[in-house]
């Protein structure tokens, strides 16, 4: 059985750094892109960015929003996929999914995780 | 505001059937993108329920169906059950973003 669990969200201030981490199970994490997702809660969903499989060399993207201040990690060997955020904004708050992802849809979620930003 | 388009509400009586869309463009959509959707319950994670544009997961019942034509997709759900009652996204890639797009969600009420 899949499992995607997220931790580390919490309250951080304007301009602050976080990173949430995701532990994964229940599948060769090697062979999966694995993507975060953000939902501003009341709101829509909002893909964040992506690290492509161990075949693919682990090539992150990310959407514009977030591109120059997060950053996608592997720590392949216990299976957790990491995200760095840096520079925070408001409007970064959100709750942070981790998704397994099987050819750019999305198979598996996480329960999420709650970043606020505020001072 | 959203890359795709879905209508912020759609409702219907148990039993009915109810249809909602998810409008895209060239760069997305119309560009071939697959399209797939996904169920979110309040204070629940979304759950994928239609992949590469008609395809169900093993579990989704078969009253979930969905189709895809030009800049537009469309998810139909049949013999609507109370239970049915939740949120809808849309899902695509939008080769212009390089980037993966959601609608903005589509709330079904039962009624």
């Known amino acids: 059985e899949v499992q995607l669990v997220e931790s580390g969200g919490r309250l951080v201030q304007p301009g602050g750094s976080l990173t949430i981490s995701c532990a994964a199970s229940g599948f060769i994490f090697s062979s999966y892109y694995m993507t975060w997702v953000r939902q501003v809660p009341g709101k829509g969903l909002e893909w964040v960015g992506r690290s492509a499989n161990k075949v693919d060399n682990y090539i992150t993207n990310y959407a514009a929003s977030v591109r120059g201040r997060f950053t996608i990690s592997r720590d392949a060997s216990g299976n957790s996929l990491h995200l760095l955020m840096n520079s925070l904004k408001i409007e970064d708050t959100a709750v942070y999914y981790c998704v397994k992802e099987n050819w750019y849809y999305y198979e598996d979620w996480g329960q999420g995780t709650q970043v606020t930003v505020s001072s | ?111």
């Open chain 2, 1 to 111: 505001q959203s890359v795709l388009t879905q209508p912020p509400s759609v409702s219907g009586a148990p039993g009915q059937r109810v249809t909602m869309s998810c409008t895209g463009s060239s760069p997305n959509i119309g560009a071939s993108s697959d399209v797939h959707w996904y169920q979110q319950f309040p204070g629940k994670a979304p759950k994928l329920l239609i992949f590469r544009n008609i395809n169900r997961p093993s579990g989704v019942p078969d009253r979930f169906s969905a189709s895809k034509s030009g800049t537009s997709a469309s998810l139909a759900i049949t013999g609507l059950q109370a239970e049915d009652e939740a949120d809808y996204y849309c899902q695509s890639y939008d080769n212009s973003l390089s980037a993966s797009v959601f609608g903005g969600g589509t709330k079904l009420t039962v009624l």
